[in-house]
């Protein structure tokens, strides 16, 4: 695994307290080890018998289970989830393996599995999707009880429950511990396999055991033993570091036979740190073997044959209201509108308080619409929004530049009125010493109230109460005195209330 330095110093901190199978990443050494090596031995004999020769993309569904604390604190945020997604695809594009979200379960709120999963199997088994990839992503990865927790394991991948677990400051573009943990899915070893949790050091010294600290045969620089030894991938140099070197340029440790080794930094399946991102990938044997077990008949759940939506999104959507710092018609119900893009099947949509979206955005996924009516905002408030399009494989389209708006404290009834189709103001503008008229479309006759209010939520102007007729109604609103401005005109019913947004000008 490929992490930031930083990680690493916590990782060498608690190191000494963890279990065998515990590391930046879970899965090394003890039982897990030997059940993901004899299925990578199972999957090297089918290779030799039947060996790849041809690939078409195939796309894989996976289930995201977003997991907060208890108090729904902590969860990782659905533009990370975006952000991986996209990059997972581009670390696997040369294997043709494709991944496309089959749901973003977005409302566990469990201590257990947020923190401690080794005692939450029970849940996550009746949470888990049989048709998917199950990735939970949460603050500290547990695979077992007394490992060292947050700062050791970034990540691991259980054979028994055939889920993977990574931590939520593990997700977006720019880390690698997902795909290290979809190749263990896929049953490959680490590079540095019997190493893991005893990396070699001087203490061990030169030239190296024929054994290494984990049991498994020390594998040679001349590849010699390269199909008993290390992780029996022979295109794979040998390794020896279980995440105990700091850069990206190994050449400290000698081989049984005294040859220094030369190890392949850049592996998705070793654990070097500092690597140039862009330039990780997985061997060609490696790739092969994920392709065997992609077919074996356990993962026949993955093979559903189903493509997602392949449609490239280009464009950025354009945030139509509110926008440009102007005042929303009420703040309890406000419908939020934008221009939908070619490719997108939904829109993720963020409301906060700060321009960062770090308070406590608002968070909402619109399918099949490019409005969203918003009712939990506070009176009186500045925020700020933003849009990103995505679909369940296109995830990489980035959010639109951010729009900021003010509430006031008019407050809108959300239920609409039943009799009324439609209703529109023009001019909108309007010049002020002027009227302003109101075209109203009803299916039966009823009689409403208008009241025009300023942006401070004060009466500016009462109409009255009005008949309005089935059929086309107009009527004629005098705004003579009115000061240039933004205004809300409502039409109060015994239904509800419906507010448009009039703007007076010079």
Same mark, same amino acid.
């Given at each position: ?49 039947? #060996? ?19 108090? !729904? ?33 977005? /409302? ?28 939970? %992503? ?10 060292? +927790? ?28 997902? #795909? ?28 190296? #055991?024929?054994?290494?600290? +984990? ?17 029996? %991938? ?7 570091? +279980? $995440? ?78 509110? @926008? ?7 703040? /309890? ?23 960062? $979206?770090?308070?406590?955005?608002? @968070?909402?996924?619109?399918? !099949? ?19 990103? #399009? ?14 900021? $708006? ?24 309007? $010049? ?31 109409? !009255? ?19 240039? +401005? ?21």
């Amino acid at each position: 695994m490929k992490f930031l330095a930083t990680i690493f110093l916590l990782c060498a901190a608690s190191f000494g307290i963890a279990q065998t199978h515990d590391g930046p990443c879970g899965n090394g050494g003890g039982e897990w080890q030997e059940i993901l090596t004899e299925r990578l031995l199972q999957n090297k004999q089918a290779l030799a018998d039947n #060996p790849v020769q041809f690939r078409s993309t195939v796309y894989i569904p996976v289930r995201f289970h977003m997991v907060a604390n208890t108090n !729904g604190q902590g969860r990782v945020t659905h533009g990370r989830v975006l952000e991986q997604l996209c990059r997972l695809n581009q670390d696997f594009a040369d294997l043709d393996m494709q991944f496309y979200i089959n749901g973003l379960n977005d /409302n566990i709120n469990n201590n257990a599995i947020y923190s401690t999963q080794y005692t939450a199997g029970t849940i996550m088994n009746l949470l888990r999707d049989p048709a998917a990839l199950n990735i939970w %992503i949460v603050d500290v990865a547990t695979p077992s009880a007394g490992g060292s +927790g947050q700062g050791t394991i970034l990540g691991y991948y259980s054979p028994q429950r055939d889920w993977v677990v990574m931590r939520r400051d593990q997700t977006g573009a720019s880390r690698v511990t997902l #795909p290290h943990e979809v190749g263990h899915f896929f049953s490959l070893p680490h590079t540095h396999n019997g190493w893991d949790s005893t990396p070699w050091s001087s203490d061990i010294g030169n030239p190296s #055991p024929t054994t290494s600290p +984990g049991g498994v045969p020390t594998e040679r620089q001349d590849g010699a033993n390269c199909n008993t030894s290390g992780d029996y %991938i022979c295109d794979t140099p040998p390794d020896y570091n +279980g $995440f105990g070197f700091s850069g990206c340029n190994y050449n400290i440790a000698q081989d049984p036979t005294g040859a220094f080794i030369n190890p392949d930094e850049q592996l998705f399946m070793s654990y070097f740190l500092n690597c140039v991102r862009d330039e990780y990938y997985f061997s060609p044997t490696q790739q092969d073997l994920m392709w065997v077990d992609y077919n074996r008949p356990a993962r026949a759940y993955l093979r559903t044959n189903f493509v997602p939506n392949l449609t490239e999104i280009t464009e950025t959507p354009l945030l139509t209201f509110p @926008i440009e710092n102007e005042f929303a018609p009420g703040y /309890n119900s406000i419908n939020f509108q934008w221009t939908a893009v070619a490719g997108a099947d939904h829109y993720l949509l963020e409301i906060d308080r700060a321009a960062t $979206f770090t308070i406590n955005p608002s @968070i909402f996924i619109v399918s !099949g619409a490019n409005s969203f009516t918003v009712t939990n905002l506070e009176p009186n408030r500045t925020y700020y929004w933003r849009i990103r #399009p995505y679909n369940a494989y296109r995830t990489c389209a980035l959010f639109t530049p951010v729009a900021t $708006f003010r509430t006031n404290n008019v407050t809108v009834n959300t239920t609409d009125i039943t009799d009324l189709n439609e209703w529109t103001i023009s001019p909108n503008p309007v $010049f002020a010493q002027s009227v302003m008229q109101i075209n109203l479309e009803a299916a039966r006759g009823f009689e409403g109230v208008f009241t025009l209010y300023n942006i401070a939520g004060q009466v500016a102007q009462q109409y !009255g109460m009005r008949r309005i007729n089935p059929g086309n109604t107009t009527f004629d609103f005098d705004v003579e005195a009115l000061q240039p +401005g933004i205004y809300i005109l409502a039409l109060d019913h015994e239904e509800g209330r419906e507010v448009r947004r009039v703007v007076v000008t010079r």
